[in-house]
């Protein structure tokens, strides 16, 4: 099982975050879906995280790339430690396309119900990313 959970989460990360697959995500994710690592006030169903990957980070990060680093998985949860990298040439959560070079440090716990994403947690250094980006 836990082979297979870290196969549904590598699956999602390349078909879904990397290539944008629409049919893919909903492939993957449960309808009853919730991120918890969704900003506060903000929604955390399955159409967020779409809206997240395809209309806020695919837009502004051209030659996106996910490397997973890491997973390890135990019962239903994988954790993963993953870089994803583009080029920063649209606007991304405000700031103007710089042309340069972005690299967002993630790690993540995803809980697999029935070969589908169930919940998630997260951090990530996106802020970070932003934060030297407004700098260039």
Request: aromatic share 6%; glycine share 8%; hydrophobic share 40%.
């Amino acid at each position: 099982m836990s082979a297979d959970n870290k196969e549904v989460v590598r699956r999602f990360n390349i078909e879904v975050i990397q290539n944008g697959r629409e049919a893919d995500f909903h492939a993957l994710m449960a309808p009853d879906f919730v991120n918890h690592a969704a900003p506060q006030g903000m929604p955390n169903g399955p159409d967020s995280m779409w809206h997240t990957f395809q209309n806020v980070l695919r837009p502004a990060l051209s030659n996106l790339v996910v490397t997973i680093h890491d997973q390890i998985a135990e019962g239903d949860k994988v954790t993963t430690r993953k870089t994803i990298r583009g080029v920063h040439t649209g606007t991304l959560l405000g700031v103007p396309a710089t042309g340069r070079d972005v690299a967002i440090s993630v790690i993540d716990i995803v809980r697999v119900q029935d070969g589908r994403y169930a919940e998630h947690w997260g951090l990530n250094t996106l802020t970070n990313v932003l934060a030297s980006l407004s700098r260039a």
